[in-house]
């Protein structure tokens, strides 16, 4: 047998294994890139509504240090958002994001709280509510792992519409101005809130400390 000949069996017994290689690398990335993509794209957000609560403080700026294991009411950027029986209904959106798999702690989240009168469940609407004159809200935004450095605030301007109120629950619709409180720093900076979402009556039993009442730790209100 000639050497061309070896040697042209011999290529054509690789050219399977090469192409096998190929196909296995080609999809490893395509599974890799899969997984990177449903790890950025798995943000949730959840919202409620509960009748006869507050927010446990409107002013909430104090930092208590030099504590090893602080509770969460030494965080005010989760504080503020700190739901409590009362007379009053407390209207809540959380946003959580899980990041991405190829990041360490790049996991964030948003909160947005709202306490109004209950009179606004009276009738259907729409009702809108003037900040910070008839109501009040309260807003954080940072990483979950990092609380601290989350911006947070309370909205100065803007409104609050409540439309389609029923038993059940009712449309938000938010339009407002949040000013950064100055304890969270020069960095952040104020936040127009424009959002819409629909909220359901739920017991306040039901709240968790993701949703609104306190943590043992931090992490269990910036982690859904």
């Not at 409107?58 to 958002?81: Q, W």
């Not at 739920?202 to 269990?220: E, F, H, Q, R, V």
Request: aromatic share 8%.
């Amino acid at each position: 047998m000639s050497g061309s000949f070896r040697s042209a069996l011999s290529r054509a017994g690789e050219l399977p294994s090469v192409g096998r290689q190929v196909l296995a690398a080609t999809n490893l990335r395509a599974l890799v890139l899969s997984l990177l993509l449903v790890g950025c794209a798995g943000s949730r957000s959840d919202t409620f509504l509960v009748n006869q609560t507050a927010l446990v403080s409107h002013s909430v700026v104090t930092v208590v240090p030099n504590l090893r294991f602080e509770p969460t009411r030494s965080y005010p950027a989760l504080v503020i958002h700190h739901v409590v029986p009362g007379q009053r209904i407390v209207l809540g959106y959380r946003w959580y994001s899980p990041g991405s798999l190829a990041a360490i702690d790049d996991e964030g989240f948003e909160k947005i709280t709202i306490e109004l009168s209950p009179e606004l469940l009276s009738s259907p609407g729409p009702k809108a509510v003037e900040f910070p004159s008839r109501g009040h809200l309260a807003y954080t935004r940072g990483g979950s792992a990092w609380p601290r450095s989350a911006c947070y605030g309370i909205a100065k301007s803007g409104s609050v519409t409540l439309s389609h109120i029923t038993k059940k629950g009712a449309a938000v619709a938010i339009q407002a101005t949040v000013e950064p409180i100055r304890e969270s720093g020069d960095r952040c900076d104020p936040v127009e809130l424009n959002r819409e979402f629909e909220v359901q009556t739920t017991a306040y039993g039901n709240l968790t400390p993701w949703l609104g009442i306190a943590g043992d730790y931090p992490s269990a209100e910036t982690y859904r």
